[in-house]
């Protein structure tokens, strides 16, 4: 089983950067292209006026220590070197202001191929993830993208352009001695942060994995808060959690004592190239070929310099985390669709609604669930299909909506193979009402709306009033704006089932599948839930998935499927006279329930 949670970057750097690429640099979006020049043009000039700055301060200095020390020079002098930080400000916010645009519309670009990708993955790979991990996946990557994009573009990029610029000013004007000093200090602060941080590394994914693992457990007890509390298990619960949070706690002091070991070297690093610099400028000075203010200026270069440093450590440690959050996102991205429109598939053209399904052959990789099953439904029937639980029923409604394909055969709709078909037509041409009808955490109009958007109050509102759920909406106090809770929890189950009626019937599909849509309520609210769905079934295509048999006795046709194969079918009555396995199942239902009947009596 595929996790969240088991997901390691797969790829390197570079090629996690290459695909990040093309949301940064768009082919089809010129005006943004032309952002991202002019930014990278106005960190050009920053770079620019903060190297004016230095030698400014030392002209200054020098003014102020010779004989013909006077207030004008001075003031043109401090002046100009005003005039420099302030344009050197001035450019890094327009580089901010210029780089914004180019940079939210990658991350919102990435974020919703991301979120439709997820969409457009198969029902296997949802089963196969858990929500909270997969969620934690996707927040980290996205907010990867903004963090890299913020780093590369306002610190490493303007750090490396100022290290070329600054080292290439003190060979020209003072000493290759300054420059070969300042750059050995780089490169082995750089080859010493790479080294530390590429071995703490793993201490940031052990984090993460903790991480992943506590928000899915979190999320995971709360979605199913009242079976905590059935079973008492508060205790318990919070044990497991703090399990993970340990695991987590463990990771993260590794992970912050080893930043010690790193912040120390890197301070030792720069505090010697600073001390062999500063004192090559110092015996300039006292032999005379350097004056007071060069000293200022060599100085001045090189906190310029090694300041960014400092920071720059952390950056590359937050640069590598992001680039794995990103390649953990990405990974989501490589993952194939199991389902998928072929090039050019035309629209399915519904008519009438008649299906049939020829020889379908279907596992989900543990064997056959459907073992050569061939049926027919006629445009307008109403068509049952029951058997034991695990016969494969509702796969046969999974198969039909292409939630999956078959893995042989071949399922038609009015004559049209649906797999040669777009998808989100074949779905918009059928009604589904599942036995567990999760609604959003939203109101009861957007939870029926979602059946037709565009739907307008009225429609919304007859729709409601065939699923007779229209004279409780209007008990309520907030009618149709109260809000229905997390999954629908505060709604019972038969106010779930007629809300999904609703938008079944506001969708006006050609064909409506029941896949057990009455088998969690109770025998009084499985009659009224009936009579809401013998309204949606009398002008269209009706499959029904059921366990009760005293709920499918009027259909017009009837297939008993066992192991994965239809072994019977026909008219309630005629089943009943084979004294097969429908015989068998009526049998035993009706005894359980004159059990239940004489238990309650």
């Not at 010697?272 to 400028?281: D, I, K, P, Q």
Request: hydrophobic residues 45%.
């Amino acid at each position: 089983m595929s996790s969240a949670n088991s997901a390691v970057p797969t790829r390197s750097t570079f090629a996690t950067l290459a695909t990040f690429w093309p949301y940064l640099w768009p082919s089809n979006d010129t005006i943004l292209r032309r952002r991202a020049i002019i930014a990278l043009f106005l960190l050009f000039l920053q770079q620019i006026t903060a190297l004016a700055v230095a030698p400014l301060l030392g002209k200054a200095v020098d003014v102020v220590g010779s004989s013909t020390f006077g207030m004008g020079l001075l003031a043109t002098v401090i002046g100009g070197f005003v005039v420099a930080r302030l344009l050197q400000q001035i450019f890094d916010e327009l580089k901010h202001y210029v780089f914004a645009r180019v940079a939210q519309r990658a991350i919102r670009s990435l974020a919703l191929k991301t979120f439709r990708h997820l969409h457009a993955l198969s029902l296997r790979f949802h089963l196969d993830r858990q929500t909270g991990g997969l969620s934690r996946v996707v927040e980290r990557g996205v907010k990867s993208i903004e963090l890299l994009l913020t780093f590369a573009a306002f610190h490493i990029f303007p750090t490396l352009l100022g290290i070329v610029l600054v080292c290439g000013v003190l060979w020209w004007k003072f000493d290759w001695r300054f420059a070969l000093v300042s750059f050995v200090t780089l490169i082995g602060y750089a080859i010493y942060t790479i080294w530390i941080t590429e071995w703490r590394l793993k201490f940031r994914r052990r984090m993460n994995a903790a991480d992943e693992k506590a928000n899915t457990r979190a999320i995971d007890s709360l979605l199913n808060y009242e079976t905590v509390k059935y079973f008492g298990a508060e205790e318990k619960e919070a044990t497991r959690y703090e399990k993970t949070l340990r695991v987590y706690e463990d990771a993260a002091i590794k992970n912050r004592t080893s930043l010690s070991l790193l912040n120390i070297g890197q301070g030792l690093l720069i505090a010697c190239g600073l001390f062999v610099v500063m004192m090559l400028a110092g015996i300039g000075v006292a032999e005379e070929r350097y004056t007071p203010g060069d000293f200022v200026v060599v100085y001045s270069y090189i906190l310029q310099l090694y300041l960014p440093l400092n920071f720059l450590g952390s950056v590359y440690r937050e640069i590598r985390q992001a680039v794995t959050d990103m390649d953990r996102m990405f990974s989501l991205l490589d993952e194939k669709q199991e389902v998928f429109d072929l090039p050019g598939a035309p629209a399915f053209i519904p008519a009438g609604g008649a299906i049939e399904f020829r020889n379908v052959r279907f596992g989900y990789g543990r064997g056959d669930v459907l073992n050569g099953v061939s049926f027919t439904v006629a445009a307008g029937n109403k068509v049952a299909i029951v058997g034991p639980s695990g016969s494969g029923k509702s796969t046969i409604a999974r198969l039909l909506f292409r939630f999956y394909d078959p893995q042989n055969g071949t399922i038609l709709i009015d004559d049209q193979d649906i797999r040669l078909c777009r998808q989100d037509s074949v779905r918009a041409a059928i009604g589904v009402v599942p036995q567990d009808s999760v609604l959003f955490n939203d109101t009861l109009l957007h939870n029926i709306r979602y059946g037709h958007f565009q739907a307008s109050s009225e429609n919304i509102s007859r729709a409601a009033q065939q699923a007779a759920i229209d004279t409780f909406i209007n008990t309520l106090p907030e009618g149709y704006d109260t809000i229905v809770g997390e999954r629908g929890l505060k709604l019972s189950g038969g106010e779930k089932q007629r809300v999904a009626i609703a938008r079944a019937i506001l969708k006006n599909p050609v064909i409506c599948v029941f896949d057990e849509a009455t088998s969690a309520l109770d025998s009084l609210t499985e009659k009224s839930i009936q009579q809401a769905m013998s309204t949606v079934s009398s002008t269209r295509t009706t499959l029904v998935i059921a366990h009760r048999l005293s709920t499918v006795a009027d259909a017009d046709e009837i297939f008993v499927l066992s192991a994965g194969q239809i072994i019977e079918h026909g008219q309630h009555e005629q089943l009943l006279a084979q004294n097969g396995l429908y015989t068998a199942m009526w049998q035993q239902q009706r005894d359980d329930s004159e059990l239940q009947h004489n238990k309650d009596i």
